[in-house]
């Protein structure tokens, strides 16, 4: 089954630093745009941060573009979403997505393969 595996999720305190990883099962990253979605309780899944190939960043959204960070190792085949001075609105769960060709669309539904996900939770 060709998918993504998030991983780095857990509980921190609102300030605090995270990283996700993602990795690919059963194919690979090569020439396939990145991103980072998240879903937050009660409300719709909606995109971050995108990465393409050749490590150029697009941001869907300004409310986290100065503290969050994404990035890509292609030789390890590896995609990673920093995440700095954690608030409570950050949480939800975050999905890593990838699609081939180097667009970064916002959209949910133009990205290819999912993974299931890693909870953040940010709390005192």
């Known amino acids: 089954q060709l998918q993504l595996v998030e991983s780095g999720g857990g509980l921190a305190q609102p300030g605090g630093t995270m990283k996700l990883s993602c990795t690919p099962s059963?194919?690979?990253?090569?020439?396939?745009?990145i991103a980072w979605f998240r879903q937050a309780p009660g409300k719709e899944r909606k995109g971050i941060q995108c990465?393409?190939?050749?490590?150029?960043?697009?941001y869907y959204s300004e409310a986290e573009k100065e503290r969050f960070t994404i990035s890509r190792d292609n030789p390890i085949n590896t995609a990673y979403l920093l995440l700095r001075r954690l608030k409570p609105e950050d949480t939800g769960v975050y999905y890593c997505a990838a699609r081939a060709g180097g667009a970064c669309p916002p959209e949910s539904a133009e990205w290819d393969y999912w993974g299931q996900g890693t909870q953040v939770t940010v709390s005192s």
């Open positions: 059963g194919f690979t990253l090569e020439n396939r745009a």
């Open positions: 990465i393409e190939w050749a490590h150029n960043a697009r």
